[in-house]
């Protein structure tokens, strides 16, 4: 058995587990520490501060999810001040081995071990995923998260993607009206300008201005809250119309993969679940012209486990053994 601290970085939080390899089974996670960004000047701080909650000694390998691009000398992140030279981070702290992915490829590795039970059914045939091929693994969240997890021969292999940043195409007279507002501020409007946490404001928005009707103004949690729970019929709206837009997004994206199965990861999924069974995402999904009947046989599954970066992180670890 081999232990490794596990770490998914983003923004906001840094979350910090113990994690244990075996080769004939998934990763086993420990006690999941979470730490604010802001609290910390770097991530060897935030890992003094675990190291300390540990009791002073922790392992000497590391898998760290991070959310953004994992390449070039440094990287930089877009929510909060912390910057990691790889070249150097291992020594900076203590570790032996060390392996740096994106957080949407830890997601797309947590997907490959997965218990049946963690991959809810959102449409397509009942059963497991297909033992060979490739998985679509994709996630609204800050942006749009895309990866492919190959499975070949036994292995899990996972491919990091900038599928969200691929170009958006309009599909009915109100995606067109969205696109024209959107141009007016982007250059170039990729999908995750329209499916994304953030996107739902912009819908809202430009339904509100073609409606003739008032727009009040609330943070991004208070507008998903009121669309959620329907407190607010336009709020609503807005998210039906994102979840169709998602419905065709991830159907291109599946047809571009040559996949044969779609996962949906993240906690703003697991929040529309019930919209993401409907028909305003499959109907979109499937509607692929000549490929709709090929679309239908797609499995479509809602990943739900608490810190599948975590897991991913280690399960990404161990497949490179």
Same mark, same amino acid.
């Given at each position: ?25 998934? +990763? ?5 520490? !979470? ?32 959310? #953004? ?44 071990? @997965? ?9 397509? +045939? ?50 067109? !009206? ?21 996107? @739902? ?9 073609? #409606? ?55 906690? @703003? ?29 797609? +499995? ?22």
């Amino acid at each position: 058995m081999t232990e490794l601290v596990a770490v998914d970085l983003g923004g906001t939080h840094a979350r910090f587990a113990i994690a244990e390899l075996h080769g004939d089974r998934r +990763p086993s996670l420990g006690p999941v520490a !979470k730490y604010r960004t802001a609290d910390y000047p770097g991530l060897p701080a935030a890992w003094a501060a675990f190291a300390e909650a540990q009791g002073g000694a922790l392992p000497k390998a590391a898998s760290i999810a991070i959310a #953004g691009p994992v390449e070039g000398e440094l990287i930089r992140f877009t929510n909060n001040g912390w910057t990691i030279r790889p070249a150097t981070l291992a020594a900076e702290l203590g570790v032996e081995r060390l392996s740096l992915l994106n957080d949407f490829a830890a997601m797309a590795a947590a997907v490959g071990v @997965l218990d049946e039970d963690e991959l809810i059914h959102l449409g397509g +045939p009942q059963g497991p995923l297909p033992a060979e091929g490739v998985t679509t693994v994709i996630g609204p969240g800050t942006g749009l998260g895309v990866a492919q997890l190959l499975r070949r021969r036994g292995r899990r292999i996972v491919l990091a993607t900038e599928g969200g940043h691929i170009d958006f195409a309009a599909l009915d007279g109100f995606e067109e !009206k969205l696109l024209a507002r959107l141009r007016e501020r982007h250059r170039r409007v990729s999908v995750e300008r329209i499916v994304s946490g953030p996107a @739902l404001a912009d819908i809202h928005e430009t339904l509100a201005l073609l #409606g003739g009707r008032a727009i009040v103004p609330r943070d991004d949690a208070a507008l998903w809250q009121a669309a959620t729970d329907g407190s607010d019929p336009l709020a609503a709206e807005a998210l039906d119309r994102l979840v169709m837009a998602f419905g065709a997004v991830a159907g291109d994206l599946a047809l571009a993969h040559g996949a044969h199965a779609v996962v949906i990861t993240g906690g @703003l999924a697991n929040r529309i679940e019930e919209r993401l069974r409907g028909p305003l995402f499959h109907d979109r999904f499937r509607a692929k012209g000549r490929f709709e009947h090929r679309m239908a046989t797609f +499995p479509i599954r809602l990943a739900r486990h608490a810190e599948a970066g975590l897991l991913g992180a280690a399960a990404a670890f161990q497949e490179d053994q």
